[in-house]
């Protein structure tokens, strides 16, 4: 499944050909959400077939990414006369090219559509790698498919107008694409000043970062084996996360997954043999950039139960985790013990200054 990416510095201009490329004449039509189509929309105009395109505004926020929204996305194409033949550009953070592929994937059987990520957690981790879907029945992700996009423009031309949070949020995942990575590429990630985000510096780490998801997802596009190491840092992090969903909070997932993989570390220390200086390092960039995680100890039965939960996990009984040795030396599918788990709990939540 291979993935055309680009990285470029005028998305406008990349846009342009990768339409060329398709043959597009016209018949274009842009999905967006509110806050893309006012701020980023005018970073990829200038071509006739994009001014010219029809554009489709749904609600921001992942609530948005329903069936209700994908129904609209589908009247629309209807009443405009898409056909196979059309292009759909997704433009949007991961809730957009999510649901906006998905509704490519299903309308017609399937047409061609260009992912175009505006929030660093898209680019590095949904528009890349063909999961899209929607949100079902109070379940994440539960109506999808694989359908990779025609091609996927990145760009950090987009970060000027991102909320620090989503930024955050995104460099979670960076994050964990370090970890898997190298002992270098962590080095690199780790070094990187949140509070300025100079953008040249974050196109690098962005270009690396993507290339570490793509890799993987080339080896294993189906999740067969190797691609659930990208589960790093997820199993704490959807228990932190369905946890403030509870309570009323959204926990952005990236900032969730921040959390996690300071657990993880911990488990992989206790486990694997992690470096602790490693561990540390790791836990004080959190610590130092990331707001402290909102759980303490009379939550750890209700995080435990979120994990028994886990669609990865055989058994309730075996929870399921990605761990590492060190950072690029990754071992999935290894089972922890709940009283292991709210060990790990612990020390990492004194590692955060919690
Ligand atoms: N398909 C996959 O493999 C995969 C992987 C990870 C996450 N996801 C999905 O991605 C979604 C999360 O993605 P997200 O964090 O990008 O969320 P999002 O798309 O909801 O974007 C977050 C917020 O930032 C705004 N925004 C985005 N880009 C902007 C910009 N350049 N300027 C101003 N505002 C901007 C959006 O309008 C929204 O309010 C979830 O639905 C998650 O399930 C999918
Ligand atoms: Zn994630």
Redesign the pocket.
């Known amino acids: 499944m291979a993935q055309k990416i680009i990285f470029t510095d005028t998305p406008a201009r990349a846009l342009t050909e990768q339409l060329d490329e398709l043959g597009c004449k016209g018949a274009l039509t842009i999905i967006t959400?509110?806050?893309?189509r006012r701020?980023?929309l005018p970073l990829i105009s200038g071509d006739s077939r994009i001014d010219g395109a029809g554009v489709i505004e749904l609600e921001?926020?992942?609530d948005n990414?329903s069936l209700t929204s994908l129904s609209e996305i589908w009247n629309y194409l209807c009443c405009h006369g898409a056909t196979r033949h059309s292009v759909i550009v997704n433009l949007?953070?991961?809730?957009?090219?999510?649901i906006g592929?998905f509704a490519a994937a299903t309308f017609k059987r399937g047409v061609r559509f260009i992912n175009v990520?505006?929030?660093?957690?898209?680019a590095i981790?949904?528009?890349?790698?063909?999961?899209?879907?929607i949100?079902f029945n109070g379940l994440?992700?539960e109506i999808?498919s694989f359908a990779p996009a025609c091609s996927v423009i990145v760009s950090s031309a987009?970060?000027?107008?991102?909320?620090r949070t989503?930024l955050l949020?995104?460099y979670g995942?960076v994050l964990k694409h370090a970890l898997l990575d190298s002992p270098e590429a962590l080095g690199q990630a780790l070094e990187f000043d949140l509070s300025e985000a100079d953008p040249a510096l974050l196109s690098g780490i962005l270009e690396n970062s993507v290339g570490v998801k793509r890799r993987i997802v080339a080896e294993d596009p189906f999740e067969h084996g190797l691609r659930r190491s990208l589960n790093l840092g997820h199993t704490a992090a959807h228990a932190f996360e369905s946890l403030a969903m509870e309570a009323g909070r959204t926990e952005?997932?990236?900032i969730a997954v921040a959390h996690g993989i300071v657990v993880d570390l911990v488990l992989s220390h206790l486990n694997l043999g992690f470096p602790s200086d490693t561990l540390q390092a790791v836990a004080s960039f959190v610590r130092e950039n990331y707001p402290a995680p909102a759980f303490d100890c009379k939550d750890y039965p209700r995080l435990i139960e979120f994990m028994q939960h886990d669609k990865k996990n055989t058994s309730p009984d075996a929870i399921n985790f990605t761990l590492l040795r060190k950072p690029g030396d990754v071992q999935t599918d290894c089972i922890v013990s709940p009283e292991q788990i709210k060990v790990a709990f612990d020390i990492a939540r004194d590692l955060l200054g919690v």
Do not use: Q, R, W
């Not at 959400?33 to 893309?36: G, M, V, Y």
């Not at 981790?125 to 999961?131: F, M």
């Open positions: 959400d509110s806050n893309t701020d980023c921001p926020g992942d990414k949007g953070g991961g809730m957009i090219t999510d592929g990520p505006t929030s660093l957690l898209a981790d949904a528009a890349v790698g063909g999961k899209t879907g949100n994440k992700n999808g987009f970060y000027g107008t991102l909320p989503e949020s995104g995942e952005p997932h990236g």
